[in-house]
């Protein structure tokens, strides 16, 4: 088949899945053009069978604001029209399935088919803004397929716009070759030069990430075990967080990492994996980590309980609850037979459910259905 791949290229749940998707597409004979306005930042390198067509948007000075949402339109047009496209996928379902769609209608007679997979906030946030949610609507029930990385997602989309169409479930997924556990880790020793416990977070230091719940968790937790927290990622709470950590005496117990291409490394000399989130329909970082043998601490909202498993793989608590994750992240630290047990099964759990050679070959099924 040959694949069009459009998503956000930045860092980012949907982006890093939608670029992991086509090369993992592209390693199984399919030809995959990705069209958007930057590089995907993991297609670093040469790929074969994998394209890069960027969208470039007028800056005509008529035009008082960016029309991106029509300059993709066009370029799906040129890219699918001559490159005899298949499918166009859309990853984030604003602006791009709306894009999508259009350039199915204007292609007409091409046999060409749609897919929008929901990520999360496009549909539980963005598609929700009055301006947007008609032309939400619309465009799912005008998708050929829709896809969502969560049942929790599927319910809320299905419920939140009143929509009579199928959607299917098919989750996120990780390779569990590249994150795996390590015996001997460069970075144990760097992180942890007296052998203290590595606790570890990653985000993008939004609201919704209750980061500083990662640290007040932590708090509690250094007082039992000597520890050190680990925090990956960037964003527009961090100096906020970094106040905190002054103010409660942890800034030297406590590293900000900034934006990481190790990811993988770091997560492989951790022990513990916090997710405090108000907000995630799948929990990408808590699978990314698990893979990695780490067990998780994280609340029970949105698509988590379906990746992490209480009692199992980690624990979950209520959102806010930082006593109850503090005394959940003691015991597992503390009791080495049921950490043991914990790590085991989350990445049994990760290689089983969540590998990509498991995850992929559902999305051809699913193209090759749409394609009949």
């Known amino acids: 088949m040959k694949i ?3 998503c956000y290229p930045t860092y980012g749940g949907s982006g890093v899945v ?19 306005y ?29 029309l991106y949402t029509l300059a993709l339109t066009s370029k799906l047009i040129e890219v699918a029209q001559y490159q005899k496209l298949d499918i166009l996928h859309m990853h984030y ?3 791009h399935a709306v894009s999508a769609y259009l350039a199915r209608e204007i292609l007409g007679h091409e046999r060409i088919r749609t897919v929008t997979t929901l990520h999360g906030t496009d549909s539980t946030l963005v598609g929700l803004e009055p301006s947007f949610l008609p032309l939400m609507k619309f465009t799912l029930e005008h998708s ?20 009579d169409i199928d959607i299917e479930v ?14 001997v880790c460069k970075y144990r020793e760097l992180f942890s030069p007296a052998g203290e416990k590595i606790l570890v977070h990653t985000s ?18 250094q007082k039992s075990i000597p520890s050190r927290l680990l925090l990956i990622g960037d964003g527009p709470e961090r100096s906020d967080c970094e106040n905190l950590c002054r103010e409660l005496g942890l800034f030297e117990q406590v590293r900000f990492l900034g ?7 770091i997560l492989a000399a951790s022990d513990l994996f916090l997710l405090p989130s108000q907000s995630e329909s799948f929990g990408l970082s808590a699978l990314e980590a698990m893979a990695c043998g780490v067990p998780v601490i994280s609340t029970s909202i949105g698509g988590i309980p379906e990746v992490n498993i209480h009692a199992q793989t980690g624990y979950i608590a209520e959102i806010g609850d930082i006593d109850r994750m503090a005394r959940y992240a003691i015991e597992l630290l503390t009791n080495g037979a049921k950490y043991q047990s914990f790590s085991t099964a989350a990445r049994e759990r990760a290689v089983k459910v969540f590998d990509k050679d498991i995850i992929v070959p559902h999305y051809e099924r699913f193209y090759e259905r749409l394609l009949g």
């Open 204 to 221: 993008n230091f939004r609201p919704v990430k209750r980061v500083q719940d990662v640290i007040r968790t932590f708090h509690q937790v």
């Open 170 to 183: 098919i989750h996120n997924f990780i390779d569990t070759k590249a994150y795996e556990p390590k015996e």
């Open 93 to 95: 379902a604003i602006p």
């Open 259 to 265: 934006k990481q291409d190790a990811l993988a490394d």
């Open 38 to 66: 930057d590089r995907p930042f993991r297609l670093d390198h040469f790929h074969d069978r994998v394209y890069f067509h960027g969208v470039e948007t007028t800056n005509y000075p008529l035009f008082e604001f960016n």
């Open 4 to 6: 069009g791949i459009t």
């Open 144 to 163: 050929d397929g829709v896809t969502a990385v969560s049942n929790f997602l599927r319910e809320k989309t299905l419920s939140t716009y009143q929509l």
């Open 18 to 36: 939608a670029t992991e998707l086509g090369l993992a597409l592209a390693d199984r004979g399919h030809e995959v053009h990705f069209v958007t």
